[in-house]
Structures are given as structure tokens and as C-alpha cells.
């Protein structure tokens, strides 16, 4: 059965730093491309980042280019998103889920809250 | 990056009764397009990808259509369980970009 499991959400205020951790089981990670989708409270869904199997390939929203850092660690089964300059607007449920062209299993999010 | 709407924002159903949600591409995404349910408090679950097709596990009830800018998501007779929210998504470049929802409620 696949699996993720993020960690890692909470309190921070404004202009300070996050990192969220996906655990991976019930399928081969390292085969497999990952993103992070979040979900404002109340709101759609907004695609984050994305990075390939190996590595080789990260893009990121606009939103987030240049504060935020995707990366993994295929031995862990691992998936990371380095969260810099908090903003307000990026309070949110942020998701890890996989899939090179559409998210085909999501885990079930970790609440960041950026709050003075 | 390609702005998706969906429409109507909110649609009354009755159980048993037919539901047509649209979603519509500013520029042609192809047939690159999924359909995702989210249910309060859930993670959001694929129900459609390529336009048309029902990923594993999905009841025929539901059904996808389109290509281009507009597509279509069906479900032909609403179940209990059906009532969610319903998201569309091209994937056919980067940024991958959502539609704001349809809203799916018991009429």
C-alpha cells in the first residue's frame, strides 16, 4: 500500500524557517517524481514544486521561487521542502504526493501556520 | 501559466440524479487534464487523468470528456459519497495549475 507521511508543520512567525519531511513506503521512491501541493485554509489547491526521480529536474511556483528548496533522499525514502522568508500567504496544508505529470497519491498534508 | 475555471462554483444535486462539472483551459492543454475529489479534511483523491481515463480503483459512474479547453467531468447517478469537492488540473507544462473547485452538494 503506498504511503506518505508528512511532519514537520507548524507555528513560525513571519520571515522565519520551515522544513517539512514526507516518508515514503509501499512503492519503489526512487522510481518515482514528487511535488508538494498546498491548501490555504478554505481555499484550491496550489501546485508548490516538483523534482524528478534522480534529482535532475526541480521547478518551482512563482510564488515560492526563491524561498523554497525541494530536494530528497532516495536511500530514505524521504522528500524535503526547505521553507525560507515565511509569508503570511503561505499559511496552508502542504501535501506531498506523487507523480511526474499528475498527483496519483497525496498524503495527508501538514498544517504550516506563519503568524505573528 | 494556464488559468483553469470551473464551473458552476456550487451544484445542488439530488442522490441519484446526474452531475456535469466543467472546467475550462485559457489555452489548449490537449488531453492533459485530471479530475481529483476532495472530501472535508481529506487529501484530495485522483479520479481522472489523461481527460478521460478512471484511475485504479474509481466506480464507472464517474466518466471524463474533452480535449483542447474544455472538458467535462460526469457523474451519472450521485451517490451518498459523491458529495465533495471536485478539482481540475492540466499538467501539459509547468506551472501545473488547479481550477478553484465545484462544490457538489445534497440538494
Known amino acids: 500500500e503506498v504511503q506518505l507521511v508528512e511532519s514537520g508543520g507548524g507555528l513560525v512567525q513571519p520571515g522565519g524557517s520551515l522544513r517539512l519531511s514526507c516518508a515514503a513506503s509501499g512503492f519503489t521512491f526512487s522510481s518515482y517524481s514528487m511535488n508538494w501541493v498546498r491548501q490555504a485554509p478554505g481555499k484550491g489547491l496550489e501546485w508548490v514544486s516538483y523534482i524528478s526521480s534522480s534529482s535532475s529536474a526541480i521547478y518551482y511556483a512563482d510564488s515560492v521561487k526563491g524561498r523554497f528548496t525541494i530536494s530528497r533522499d532516495n536511500a530514505k525514502n524521504s522528500l524535503y521542502l526547505q521553507m525560507n522568508s515565511l509569508r503570511d500567504e503561505d499559511t496552508a496544508v502542504y501535501y506531498c504526493?506523487?507523480?511526474?505529470?499528475?498527483?496519483?497519491?497525496w498524503g495527508q498534508g501538514t498544517l504550516v501556520t506563519v503568524s505573528s | 501559466e494556464i488559468v483553469m475555471t470551473q464551473s458552476p462554483a456550487t451544484l445542488s444535486v439530488s442522490p441519484g440524479e446526474r452531475a456535469t462539472l466543467s472546467c475550462r483551459a485559457r489555452l489548449s492543454v490537449s488531453s492533459n487534464l485530471a479530475w481529483y475529489q476532495q472530501k472535508p479534511g481529506q487529501a484530495p483523491r485522483l479520479l481522472i487523468y489523461g481527460a478521460s481515463t478512471r484511475a485504479t480503483g474509481i466506480p464507472a459512474r464517474f466518466s471524463g470528456s474533452g480535449s483542447g479547453t474544455e472538458f467535462t467531468l460526469t457523474i451519472s447517478s450521485l451517490q451518498s459519497e459523491d458529495f465533495a469537492v471536485y478539482y481540475c488540473?492540466?499538467?501539459?507544462?509547468?506551472?501545473?495549475?488547479f481550477g478553484q473547485g465545484t462544490k457538489v452538494e445534497i440538494k
Open positions: 504526493a506523487r507523480g511526474l505529470q499528475y498527483p496519483d497519491y
Open positions: 488540473q492540466h499538467y501539459n507544462n509547468w506551472p501545473w495549475t
